[in-house]
Nanobody, 125 residues
Framework: VQLQASGGGSVHTGGSLRLSCVAS????????VAWFRQAPGREREFVAGIFRSYGRSYYEDSVKGRFAISRDNSKNTVSLQMNTLKPEDTAVYYC???????????????????WGQGTLVTVSS
């Protein structure tokens, strides 16, 4: 599976961006998909995810109500709509997918087999 992320950029506080991640290869609607981010000097953290094909979305607390993850299986695409952006959202964002992650591992980056290349989001005040 190969993942190609896009959509990053620079915005001011309160702005919006939409990240997209297109998967190719042996993809499946049964795979778990997620977005992680890594800010300078900080560890990678979970942002949002959809566990397998169940459809329910999960979010890191600081992005709840501002970010929305979605998937379009017909296009092998997972998106992250980011609204009301804050400077602390500045990071490189990575999409990830896994055929084997179990629910308790949803927020653990090392559980994912496949990663996109990352796209930079910069939010200035």
């Amino acid at each position: 599976v190969q993942l190609q992320a896009s959509g990053g950029g620079s915005v001011h506080t309160g702005g919006s961006l939409r990240l997209s991640c297109v998967a190719s290869g042996r993809t499946s609607s049964q795979h778990t998909v997620a977005w992680f981010r890594q800010a300078p000097g900080r560890e990678r953290e979970f942002v949002a995810g959809i566990f397998r094909s169940y459809g329910r979305s999960y979010y890191e607390d600081s992005v709840k109500g501002r970010f929305a993850i979605s998937r379009d299986n017909s296009k092998n695409t997972v998106s992250l709509q980011m609204n009301t952006l804050k400077p602390e959202d500045t990071a490189v964002y990575y999409c990830a997918t896994s055929a084997s992650v179990i629910f308790s591992q949803l927020r653990i980056g090392n559980s994912y087999e496949y990663w996109g290349q990352g796209t930079l989001v910069t939010v200035s005040s």
